[in-house]
């Protein structure tokens, strides 16, 4: 690799957020392009290549700015409670607050379910069907009573 090349690319990551979706495959596995293009743009970590999205200082660097970035980390990563965790609380305080998006929709709902029946607290940023779906809520609340605060409105209205 030219050093020249990775001079500019660095200039340009720090400057323009599709720029790491123009860099070469070897500089789009460069540790120093691609956590410079999450610093300017967390989303650009899409966009690295797969050994950085397995990288868990990248992957922890984009979800830290971004929650959303919690979607193109490698599945091993996904699996990994402490970026889940980061994730969604970078979502929830950072984008979309108040709004019925599912950050994690990408990856499956089945999966999401799962996190939430597990860890109770991760239903603050599931979606209205599963914050909706009353067998799914009583299991976070089982295991995390303050998760009742994120239930649908429609299940807190219900009586049973």
Do not use: C
Not at 123 to 138: E, T, Y
Request: charged letters at 25%; glycine letters at 4%; hydrophobic letters at 45%.
């Amino acid at each position: 690799m030219k050093t020249m090349e990775k001079k500019n690319v660095l200039a340009a990551v720090a400057t323009n957020d599709w720029a790491l979706w123009y860099a070469s495959r070897e500089l789009q596995n460069d540790k120093e392009i691609v956590m410079a293009a999450i610093e300017r743009h967390p989303l650009a970590i899409q966009w690295a290549s797969n050994e950085m999205k397995n990288d868990e200082e990248v992957v922890l660097a984009a979800v830290t700015k971004d929650g959303r970035a919690f979607e193109h980390a490698s599945p091993e990563l996904q699996n990994d409670n402490l970026i889940l965790l980061i994730a969604v609380v970078t979502h929830k305080f950072n984008f979309w607050q108040g709004q019925n998006k599912d950050i994690f929709s990408p990856i499956g709902e089945q999966w999401m379910e799962k996190q939430v029946v597990k860890h109770g607290w991760v239903l603050n940023g599931a979606s209205l069907r599963l914050r909706s779906n009353k067998q799914i809520v009583m299991a976070a609340i089982k295991n995390y009573p303050l998760a009742i605060q994120w239930v649908s409105a429609e299940l807190k209205n219900d009586e049973e």
